[in-house]
């Protein structure tokens, strides 16, 4: 069974510092891993995705990254606002017929101090 | 619609009393996914429909738990004799195709089950 960790649970850091959320799972045979953000009260919003066959992609100030053979991937966050105050949550979809549910971590709280 | 819609956006339910959470997807979306947020966790994939067909109900945590799509568009899940452990937020999500497409998630309906 796949399974998904976030590290740190929660974070808090002056507005300016660049920073780096991590995420690991169990079983490599993914077929794309997603970064998205929550805010309180809010739904999902999807931040990146990465295929499975890409090591990285870019919007903005965030870059994500992925090493699928190890079983990790990164949401690097520069010069962080406090906008940028959310959940932020790695979800990984894996390889089956019926469809294409997403596994998700337990999310990284990133709170961001003016 | 321009996003994903849920409603009720809050529900308060008596233990035992049956709910009904309805999701209006993105127009034209093919693949509709429901999950179960508890407090604190990530989301947690309870059920998969390509068009009107469910085709992946794994993650119903119990027969309380139905869920349907009758016209290939708007979805509706219920739960029937609620519990206290039901309480949860509900989030529905929709792509325009199952694998290669992001998830575009709806604000959820927040249940809470006294």
């Known amino acids: 069974k796949q399974e998904v960790t976030q590290i740190p649970a929660a974070l808090s850091v002056p507005e300016g510092e660049n920073l780096v959320l991590n995420c690991s799972f169990t079983d490599s045979a993914i077929y794309n891993l997603q970064w998205f953000r929550q805010d309180p009260g809010k739904g999902l919003t999807s931040l990146l995705l990465i295929q499975s066959s890409q090591r990285e992609q870019t919007s903005g100030r965030l870059n994500a990254s992925l090493d699928k053979s190890s079983g990790r991937s990164t949401l690097y966050i520069a010069a962080s606002q406090p906008g940028d105050s959310a959940t932020y949550l790695c979800a990984v979809s894996i390889l089956e017929t019926s469809g294409s549910r997403l596994t998700f971590g337990e999310g990284t709280q990133l709170t961001v101090n003016p | 619609g321009a996003g994903v819609s849920q409603s009720p956006r809050y529900k308060v339910a008596k233990r035992g009393q049956d709910v009904a959470l309805r999701c209006d997807p993105i127009?034209?979306?093919?693949?509709l996914f429901w999950y179960q947020q508890a407090l604190g966790q990530g989301p947690e994939f309870l059920t998969y429909f390509q068009n009107e067909a469910q085709l992946d109900k794994s993650g119903l945590p119990s027969d309380r738990f139905f869920a349907e799509r009758p016209e290939g568009s708007v979805s509706t899940l219920k739960i029937q004799r609620t519990q206290q452990e039901d309480s949860a937020v509900y989030l529905c999500?929709?792509?325009?195709?199952?694998?290669?497409?992001?998830?575009?998630f709806g604000p959820g309906t927040r249940l809470l089950v006294l």
């Open positions: 127009s034209g979306h093919v693949s």
């Open positions: 999500a929709s792509s325009f195709v199952s694998r290669i497409e992001t998830q575009y």
